[in-house]
């Protein structure tokens, strides 16, 4: 069934990014809003925002690096879908979904924690999709996206913070 969801929401996810190219009278798309800014504007915006992504799957990878091995529902390297577009869109889901498992899993994160994480990150990933949308849609959806992908990010940080303070201390070579 998870194939059969991620294939389909793949599939629905490259027919929304392209609609610029088989309905024009739609809009531009995002490819028509980044193209909107020109040279160099164009190209800056869209490294600074695949660097924000980066990021924010930094953080990630480390909230499962930090978590036991035995509390983890998926490799720490798995955050990383989140540039395989057009897959990321649908893929995301499964990510957010891995994380709070993971998070679940270990008693050292508070479940009512995990639970407004996951909302918040399954929230995101949503509003993320009807962005895709043309007209007004798309646009309050990239509107609420956002601000739910940055508090997303920033309980990412805090849950990583009390997770490193938490760990024991690993020994130095020369306290062998």
Not at 53 to 61: G, K, N, T
Not at 128 to 142: D, E, F
């Amino acid at each position: 069934m998870r194939v059969v969801v991620k294939t389909v929401g793949t599939l629905l996810s490259a027919i929304l990014l392209t609609y610029p190219l088989w309905a024009p009278e739609w809009g531009l798309g995002i490819l028509g809003e980044i193209g909107a800014l020109g040279v160099p504007g164009g190209p800056i915006a869209l490294a600074a925002f695949l660097g924000l992504v980066a990021l924010y799957c930094r953080a990630l990878q480390r909230t499962l690096e930090l978590l036991p091995a035995e509390a983890r529902a998926a490799a720490p390297g798995s955050v990383w879908w989140m540039f395989a577009i057009p897959y990321n869109f649908t893929e995301d889901f499964f990510i957010v979904r891995a994380v709070a498992a993971s998070m679940a899993a270990h008693a050292q994160v508070p479940a009512a924690f995990t639970r407004r994480w996951a909302a918040i990150g399954y929230g995101w990933c949503a509003f993320q999709i009807l962005s895709l949308l043309p007209g007004t849609a798309g646009y309050l959806g990239g509107v609420v996206a956002i601000p739910l992908w940055a508090a997303h990010w920033i309980m990412t940080v805090r849950v990583n913070r009390r997770l490193a303070a938490a760990r024991p201390p690993v020994p130095l070579a020369h306290d062998l």
